[in-house]
């Protein structure tokens, strides 16, 4: 039984729910046992008088990484539910 592109669409969009929400849970979880994720060694931070520049080049590639991951297990799941 073929399922129809809105009811793939929906499933998708739940699973990237809850990834979000995992995500979501994960980062309050560490935000309560004390753990920040800002500034990571790698990050430029440059401080000058009435001046601040933050680029967060470790956190852009961990990001990217993360979401990578994650987007690749989706279609992966997504591919399973298909066969």
């Known amino acids: ?3 129809s592109e809105l009811g793939q669409l929906a499933k998708a969009l739940m699973i990237f729910g809850a990834l979000m929400i995992g995500i979501g849970f994960g980062m309050w979880l ?3 046992v004390g753990i920040s994720l800002r ?3 790698g990050d ?3 401080r000058k008088e009435g001046f601040t520049f933050y680029f967060p080049l470790t ?3 961990l990001v990217s990484i993360a979401l990578s991951l994650a987007l690749s297990l989706l279609f992966w799941l997504l591919n399973l539910m298909r066969r």
């Open 30 to 32: 560490l935000s309560k």
């Open 59 to 61: 956190t852009c590639i």
């Open 1 to 3: 039984m073929q399922m």
């Open 44 to 46: 430029i931070i440059y």
């Open 39 to 41: 500034p990571l060694p």
